[in-house]
């Protein structure tokens, strides 16, 4: 898995700049490359989550795009979670 991968000649910050491709091939978007320090006991679930979302769009889709899809799939959820727990306990304007 090269999600995680990293090498020791390799520093966590390393960016390097690129983009999405356009059909004729044109990068269209900025790109950056970023680590992740994941455990071994770590890699499997990642490794599912990433292959059943390419499964789902379609497995022309990047890794990248996968999981692009995943965190915005989490935080549609945390978003949904957090608007019930404010029609639960409403917060109180400050009375002044």
């Not at 989490?74 to 029609?87: C, P, Q």
């Amino acid at each position: 898995m090269h999600l995680g991968a990293q090498g020791k000649g390799t520093s966590a910050g390393t960016i390097q700049e690129g983009g999405r491709e356009a059909p004729d091939g044109e990068e269209t978007e900025p790109w950056e490359i970023i680590y992740f320090k994941l455990y071994k006991s770590q890699l499997r679930v990642v490794e599912q989550a990433l292959e059943t979302v390419a499964l789902m769009l379609g497995t022309d889709k990047s890794r990248g795009y996968c999981l692009e899809m995943i965190c915005a799939d989490f935080l549609a959820g945390a978003r949904l979670e957090e608007n019930d727990r404010e029609k639960a306990c409403p917060r109180k304007e400050p009375v002044d």
